[in-house]
């Protein structure tokens, strides 16, 4: 009953800046918190950052750190910002909302970055 979306993948260079969206929407309640994940071909899925939607709380991966930052837009809407984009950072891109207690997932959004 919960649908999340996300937005704004596509192609850039090395060094260059993406932003992506998510939405999530039709819950009787909305997300306590929104979150991040991508997936290489053959790799396991990878935690980026998630934000809780009350106190905009944030957690950011590793490799991640310094270079993309998760926000709050709205009470159902996040983005994350990528600077400094590497071509190890290539990957679909899924977004992750958290509502009473389940967790529902978007079909994702693909990243490339080349030169």
């Known amino acids: 009953q919960v649908q999340v979306v996300e937005s704004g993948g596509g192609l850039v260079q090395p060094g260059g800046s993406l932003r992506l969206s998510c939405a999530a929407s039709?819950?009787?309640?909305?997300?306590?918190?929104m979150g991040w994940f991508r997936q290489a071909p053959g790799r396991e899925r990878e935690f980026v950052a998630v934000?809780?939607?009350?106190?905009?709380?944030t957690l950011h991966g590793d490799s991640v750190k310094g270079r993309f930052t998760v926000s709050r837009v709205t009470n159902n809407t996040v983005y994350l910002q990528m600077n400094d984009l590497k071509p190890e950072d290539t990957a679909v891109y899924f977004c992750?909302?958290?509502?009473?207690?389940?967790?529902?997932w978007g079909q994702g959004t693909q990243v490339t970055v080349s030169s």
């Open positions: 992750k909302a958290t509502v009473a207690t389940e967790d529902y």
């Open positions: 934000i809780t939607m009350s106190a905009g709380i």
């Open positions: 039709g819950g009787t309640f909305l997300p306590a918190a």
